[in-house]
């Protein structure tokens, strides 16, 4: 199987994510959110910082429950604004 490559949007948007989980979790222990979401540290870890742009969805929905996050809010946190807005809002 060949995986594409992902974008500079897709890293982008992994980035967001990684952001917000983090913010969310607090002061929180990696490892009691990783384990209440039923997910290694490590990968929670990766998630956070880049490293797993695009989780699969049933670990993000997971991480969502975990933090009490609605997977509404993650998607209009992660969806790009379209260029056009960007241009407009400068």
Known sequence: MVRVPLTPA?????ERLGALLRAARGDRSLAD????AGISAETLRKIETG??????????SALAG??????????????????E?????V
């Open 10 to 14: 897709d890293r982008e948007r992994g």
């Open 33 to 36: 959110i990783a384990g209440d």
């Open 85 to 89: 807005r960007n241009a407009q809002a």
């Open 51 to 60: 490293r797993i742009p695009t989780p699969a969805f049933f670990t993000v």
């Open 66 to 83: 975990a933090l009490g996050l609605s997977l509404d809010e993650l998607v209009a946190a992660t969806t790009p604004v379209p260029e």
